[in-house]
């Protein structure tokens, strides 16, 4: 008969960090999710998180972060479709608020859209009903002046069968929209 000899929980944002290594952040600059947070919790637009995360917070992150680096390769045959190049993580600063943006997706004409992807415990839902997500892609695309974002988005179900489903949505912003988050982000600093 088996005997569990030991069990050690190991740390996903370390078992990540040695999968893909994150970029740099500088915390002397305030990052846009931190102007988002602040944002829900003076709007009441969305939920507010804690500015620190829990433990199940960082595992989550890091689960995302690692969800970008497997569909990294899904987006630049997507972008290679239009003829497009996939850039990932890309950090750009405006107003002395700083962005960490999965990816730009460049034509020969310049930025076509930002790209922000997300993981989630959820059955498939429409993304621009999620008011965060909404809003980082606005902010992101003000950084990269784009009015587009592709956002795929796993889906990992918490009820049912197991199953996990990815979609790409294609999602365009009008430049009054953009304008509009900004200038709200830009209060909250």
Request: negative net charge.
């Amino acid at each position: 008969m088996a005997e569990l000899v030991s069990a050690e929980q190991l740390s996903m944002s370390v078992a990540v960090d040695k999968f893909d290594p994150p970029e740099p952040r500088d915390h002397s600059k305030v990052h846009v999710s931190e102007l988002i947070n602040r944002a829900a919790k003076l709007t009441g637009m969305a939920p507010s998180y804690d500015d620190e995360p829990t433990q199940e917070g960082w595992n989550i992150m890091a689960l995302g972060r690692g969800v970008e680096a497997l569909l990294r390769p899904m987006l630049i045959h997507e972008a290679g479709k239009k003829e497009w190049l996939f850039k990932p993580q890309i950090v750009h600063t405006v107003d002395d608020i700083i962005g960490s943006l999965d990816g730009e997706l460049h034509s020969y004409q310049g930025i076509e859209a930002i790209v922000e992807m997300k993981s989630k415990h959820s059955s498939p839902s429409d993304p621009t009903e999620n008011w965060r997500y909404m809003a980082q892609c606005q902010a992101y695309c003000k950084m990269a002046g784009a009015t587009v974002a592709w956002m795929p988005v796993l889906y990992l179900p918490r009820r049912g069968p197991p199953n996990a489903e990815l979609h790409l949505y294609q999602i365009s912003f009008s430049e009054s929209e953009i304008a509009d988050l900004w200038l709200t982000l830009k209060n909250c600093k």
